[in-house]
């Protein structure tokens, strides 16, 4: 072969022998070689396992699926390119063959009220939002819309609300609907939403499963019954991850349940001393006892696992509320805690809805969802804690 030949193909197809490496390596390939074209028809036609392109499996992919699946208790799952395109995934397979109409809580993450408004109520899905945490209200709601989908957060954003995902589920169940859950706040160390009967969970993994703030991604587990339509659809609309991305996710949830304990112990207690802080006036908090859900919370977490995320709202000078200028300069004055969007990372972030998170929302929709001007939403690290409160002990003082 002359040298431009063996540039191309030296060293590359070999098979890896009796070995297995003890870690998943980056697999980029795109491409998958097979030694006889019966095969490679085979594994196109899913008869013999085996990989033939990256935008249906990859072994890095593949791998990632099969912890968070065991992490969640589900039966398959496809991971993607974001937690965005996981619940835009998951909420069109749950559609296929039913009613095309969607119910979703009313107090949501603000891209995926966006997603259900400009992407699938743009297409012609009935969309309608209702309070997950009123179930009275939920199934009625549902009686009267019929969803083929009903679409919930575990602990919303940013007011860490808590529904009944399993009285939903039987909801859903009962109505004909797939629920899907978004399960990013509370995890599968908190709660595992297929084991109490919804058909998919979702994960901006992202945060806490990837958990070091260098990972952009996402996953829908699922259970039997819906993996197929989950994976065709995935392979036609190609959200997938890439494999320097499910490496580094593997890679952050081997320490995850170690971190998601240290975070909401945390938590818990920088809840506790804002609760007694005169310049705050109000904490947001699932350990809270007066908190509204506080009955479906001891039913649904287990004992001292609250989350990690805490929201407050900063108390204004003189009578009226704190507004935009003055939550600006207890954040401007954070030192070690970190002002940025996104949650779930080793260190301490703290963000800002109304300009983050819910800055797609008109000040009106986000009035009537309680997030006010002086709410801001802190999502505790693994730092040590005496620090995480000493820099807001500094903060709250400016
Ligand atoms: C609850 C929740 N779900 C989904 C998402 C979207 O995840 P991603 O940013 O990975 O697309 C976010 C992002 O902040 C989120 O907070």
């Not at 160390?189 to 901006?204: D, K, M, T, Y």
């Not at 696992?305 to 407050?312: C, K, N, T």
Request: charged content about 20%; glycine content about 8%; some cysteine.
């Amino acid at each position: 072969m002359k040298i431009d030949t063996k540039a191309v193909h030296t060293g590359d197809r070999k098979k890896l022998g009796p070995h297995v490496p003890v870690t998943t390596p980056i697999y980029t390939a795109t491409s998958y070689y097979y030694d006889s074209m019966e095969q490679l028809d085979r594994v196109f036609g899913h008869e013999e396992a085996g990989y033939c392109y990256a935008r249906h499996e990859t072994p890095s992919g593949v791998a990632l699926e099969e912890l968070v699946c065991a992490l969640e208790g589900g039966y398959g799952a496809q991971a993607c390119a974001s937690g965005m395109a996981a619940i835009h995934m998951a909420v069109a397979a749950a559609l296929v063959d039913r009613r095309k109409s969607i119910v979703a809580a009313s107090a949501m993450y603000g891209a995926t009220v966006n997603l259900l408004m400009t992407v699938f109520e743009a297409a012609g899905v009935g969309v309608r939002f209702a309070d997950m945490c009123d179930l009275d209200a939920f199934r009625a709601a549902v009686a009267e819309a019929q969803p083929g989908c009903i679409l919930i957060e575990t602990i919303s954003n940013p007011l860490l609300r808590v529904g009944h995902i399993d009285r939903i589920a039987e909801i859903a169940r009962e109505n004909g609907a797939a629920l899907v859950v978004d399960n990013t706040f509370a995890t599968p160390l908190l709660v595992r939403p297929l084991e109490l009967g919804a058909h998919f969970s979702v994960h901006s993994l992202t945060k806490y499963l990837a958990g070091h703030g260098d990972v952009m991604g996402g996953v829908a587990i699922t259970d039997q019954g819906h993996i197929e339509i989950l994976r065709a659809l995935s392979r036609t609309m190609g959200p997938v991850l890439g494999p320097f991305e499910c490496y580094l996710t593997m890679r952050g949830i081997k320490t995850f349940p170690l971190r998601m304990e240290r975070q909401c112990a945390n938590a818990c207690r920088v809840a506790s001393w804002l609760s007694a802080h005169p310049r705050v006036e109000r904490v947001y908090f699932p350990a809270d006892p007066k908190h509204p859900d506080a009955a479906t919370i001891r039913r649904l977490f287990p004992a001292n696992l609250y989350g990690a995320m805490v929201s407050f709202e900063i108390k204004g000078v003189g009578s009226e509320a704190a507004g935009r200028e003055e939550v600006f300069r207890f954040m401007d004055a954070l030192r070690m805690i970190v002002r940025a969007t996104s949650l779930g990372d080793v260190h301490s972030m703290m963000l800002y809805p109304p300009m983050s998170s819910h800055r797609e929302l008109s000040p009106k929709h986000r009035e009537r969802m309680g997030i006010r001007d002086g709410l801001v939403r802190l999502s505790v690290g693994i730092e040590a804690v005496e620090d995480i409160i000493a820099d807001l002990e500094q903060a709250l003082g400016a």
